[in-house]
């Protein structure tokens, strides 16, 4: 896949970028259009964000 990410300055601006992702991802859904897979998807992208914090977390 990629390089792994080791440097902690390059870890928190990972975790900024897949965040602000979200965030727009969230912004652009309408409520009264969302279906179970939009949910999905959002705790989907949770769920990685999550999973990054604790394989950096564990890199220390």
């Known amino acids: 896949m990629g390089n792994s990410i080791t440097?902690?300055?390059?870890?928190?601006?990972f975790l900024k970028q897949r965040l602000h992702m979200f965030m727009d991802v969230l912004d652009a859904i309408e409520p009264e259009n969302t279906e179970l897979e939009d949910v999905d998807r959002?705790?989907?992208?949770?769920?990685d964000l999550e999973s990054k914090v604790r394989e950096f977390n564990h890199r220390d």
Do not use: G, Y
């Open 7 to 13: 440097d902690k300055d390059n870890q928190v601006a």
């Open 42 to 47: 959002l705790i989907e992208m949770i769920d």
